[in-house]
């Protein structure tokens, strides 16, 4: 079964750091972009950020420049998400997603995962 699983959500203080994990099961990412995206309550869903198949970076937005970085280890066919210095705007529900390509639309990706709630609060 082709899968995308995220963890790593939580509640975090303003402030704080967290590290999301995508991991698939059933397909190797090996060549797949994996591009993460975050729906906040009441508005579109958002891209952040993609990390190719050929590990390059391509940020789907400005708003998490310098605070979120993005990596992949294939060997535990997992892609990271390191967040840093996070806001109370960064609240949302995290989705990964894979396709061969990364894209500014959520539309063009292949696979979802169910996504992980990240909690942003004193």
């Known amino acids: 079964q082709v899968q995308l699983v995220e963890s790593g959500g939580g509640l975090v203080q303003p402030g704080g750091s967290l590290r999301l994990s995508c991991t698939s099961s059933g397909f190797t990412l090996d060549y797949y972009a994996v591009g993460w995206f975050r729906q906040a309550p009441g508005k579109e869903r958002e891209g952040v950020v993609c990390n190719s198949s050929t590990d390059s970076i391509v940020d789907l937005t400005d708003s998490v420049k310098g605070r979120f970085t993005i990596s992949r280890d294939n060997t535990r066919n997992t892609v990271y998400l390191q967040m840093n210095s996070l806001k109370p705007e960064d609240t949302a529900v995290y989705y990964c997603?894979?396709?061969?390509?990364?894209?500014?639309?959520?539309?063009?990706?292949?696979?979802w995962g169910q996504g992980t709630q990240v909690t942003v609060s004193s």
């Open positions: 997603a894979a396709d061969p390509g990364c894209w500014y639309s959520g539309s063009h990706y292949d696979h």
